[in-house]
């Protein structure tokens, strides 16, 4: 199916800027039930695109975690704004929404919850304080395509003026490289479509067309547009999401099931608010393990396990030392980097393969 959606892309008309696009925009904002959705090329320039969308500027300061891909607080400084990193929780990774506000200033218009591993934030008590203070909120729910909140799949939850997905090939569904914007904000949706296209529209022109050819760009935006043929890969992805995301929590089951009080490592809590769609199935190592992280992680890859590390805080990392982040500034972070190895969660994974990955992961810190 996948294939046969791109081969007929490759003998439509439409190479890019052709139907697809749009419906799939229009397929995925019926999926989440909301208003507006928008394409791009990557995950980080939507995110680029909606802290633009929303006014983000320079001076401003960006409330995120540190526990993602660079990419979320990257888009930030693409707009000369500063990113300010929040605590995480202790079980879950996840932004620490009692910090939050300790960290809200004069300068802060934006807070940018990121959904880890696949598992809401608490968007309710979040958005409180976002509207408390006259925030904006987008949502980094790049793991998160197909998890919800209350009842509502993550993209429409009712708390943030945006949300943000990623279509890279390890995501839920691929499109080769690609992103989406939600949003039910008309206003929002107009700029994003503009940014995304160099700033050029034929639509609410400021000048006296020369003719039909006539166009006009009216902001500072970048090439961000995705093609017809990753928008048909995505359309035929998007039909798999649902078998996607229940074969993801049906391994995460057997996983709960066989982990549940090992002596060796803990896993993240399910949510009380909220259903994973489990982008990642995170282990934190036990304390007295922590030390040897680097050998059980190389041993596990030995095995045979194409486990990984998420993620390195983000302000560790050599371009943010040297814009002056300091180590220790969200020492719960840098704890749970120190003891999270992400094992095997992926679909096309059998029932055979979740024991093999169980019993190796076992075996290894039996042996150590």
């Not at 279509?167 to 989406?180: L, N």
Request: aromatic share 12%; proline share 4%; glycine share 6%.
């Amino acid at each position: 199916m996948d294939i046969n959606s791109v081969v007929n892309v490759l003998k439509s008309d439409y190479i890019t800027q052709g139907p697809r696009i749009s419906e799939f925009e229009e397929s995925l904002a019926e999926y989440c039930d909301s208003k507006y959705a928008v394409c791009f090329n990557s995950g980080t320039s939507a995110l680029h695109a909606s802290y633009y969308a929303l006014g983000i500027r320079g001076g401003d300061e960006v409330i995120t975690s540190p526990i993602t891909f660079v990419a979320t607080s990257n888009a930030a400084l693409y707009l000369d704004a500063h990113p300010v990193f929040t605590d995480v929780e202790k079980s879950t990774g996840n932004m620490d929404v009692s910090l939050v506000e300790e960290k809200i200033t004069s300068k802060t218009k934006l807070i940018v919850p990121v959904h880890y591993s696949g598992n809401p934030v608490d968007l309710k008590n979040l958005s409180e304080i976002a509207v408390d203070h006259n925030l904006c909120m987008v949502e980094d729910a790049a793991h998160a395509l197909g998890a919800s909140y209350d009842g509502k799949f993550i993209g429409n939850s009712g708390y943030s003026e945006m949300s943000i997905f990623s279509f890279h090939p390890v995501k839920h569904i691929t499109t080769g490289e690609g992103g989406m914007v939600l949003t039910d904000n008309k206003d929002y949706y107009d700029k994003l479509v503009m940014f995304r296209s160099h700033g050029v529209t034929k639509d609410n022109l400021q000048g006296e067309p020369d003719g039909d050819w006539y166009y006009e760009m009216q902001l500072l935006g970048f090439n961000y547009r995705i093609t017809d043929i990753q928008a048909a890969l995505g359309l035929s992805q998007l039909l798999k999401l649902p078998s996607f995301v229940e074969r993801r929590r049906s391994i995460a089951e057997r996983y709960d099931t066989a982990f549940k009080g090992n002596e060796f490592f803990k896993t993240i809590p399910r949510s009380s608010y909220g259903l994973s769609s489990y982008h990642l199935y995170p282990i934190l190592i036990n304390s007295e393990y922590r030390d040897r992280k680097r050998e059980i992680f190389s041993k596990l890859r030995l095995e045979g396990l194409g486990v990984q590390v998420h993620y390195i805080p983000v302000y560790l990392q050599p371009y943010y030392q040297n814009l002056g982040y300091r180590r220790g500034s969200c020492p719960v972070a840098e704890d749970f980097y120190q003891c999270e190895i992400s094992i095997p969660m992926y679909p096309a994974l059998s029932d055979s393969d979740v024991d093999y990955v169980i019993s190796k992961v076992f075996k290894v810190f039996h042996n150590l």
